[in-house]
């Protein structure tokens, strides 16, 4: 680990992948250098847990590099700012209500019964947009962004075709969607 902590040390962009690896995509692509790293130098390390072992290390020898107790530091406070923006989110949506206020909730929002499609629109797993000033935006913040998309594959960007649609929920409405021949929600 002593190898691996000064490479980091030395590398700005392994550090800021360390300080970002709140961001899973980060802590992935973290891993993935520190696995080559490792096998150029013909260091085996066989264990899956590569982060959790190196962020043990840390902690066990905090003297040896400050900037990299530093950098976990930075990486504990963003773990903790998306943790409360999770529980910001499920108090804005009403989801950590009683069970009586949630079922008189959900007895307000209206039953919408469709025919289920012959062909699933839009495709399961496909990005979607709305328009095509939506879509270039989109596009450019998840490639030049602050927090971009590392991942060598995404879903194709789908630009929405609004006359496929059965039926289409305003963002002020609420609608629970049901199979008109299964019931099923």
């Excluded at 006359?163 to 019931?183: P, S, W």
Aim: glycine share 2%.
């Amino acid at each position: 680990m002593d190898q691996l902590a000064f490479y980091v040390v030395q590398s700005s962009t392994m550090l800021d992948l360390f300080k970002a690896a709140y961001n899973p995509s980060h802590q992935v692509r973290f891993v993935e250098e520190a696995r080559m790293f490792l096998t150029e130098r013909g260091i085996p390390y066989p264990s899956p847990e590569l982060w959790s072992d190196f962020c043990a290390w840390i902690q066990k020898h905090p003297d040896e590099h400050p900037s990299l107790v530093e950098a976990a530091l930075r990486c504990r406070a963003g773990v903790k700012q998306r943790r409360a923006l999770h529980n910001r989110l499920l108090t804005d949506l009403n989801l950590r209500r009683r069970e009586e206020v949630r079922t008189e909730r959900l007895s307000r929002i209206p039953i919408i019964s469709v025919r289920r499609l012959s062909n699933s629109y839009p495709p399961a797993h496909a990005a979607v947009y709305e328009t095509t000033a939506i879509g270039d935006a989109w596009m450019a913040d998840l490639q030049h962004g602050h927090q971009a998309d590392v991942r060598r594959q995404r879903p194709n960007p789908l630009l929405l075709d609004f006359d496929l649609l059965q039926h289409n929920v305003k963002a002020t409405e609420d609608a629970i969607i049901q199979d008109k021949e299964t019931g099923e929600i």
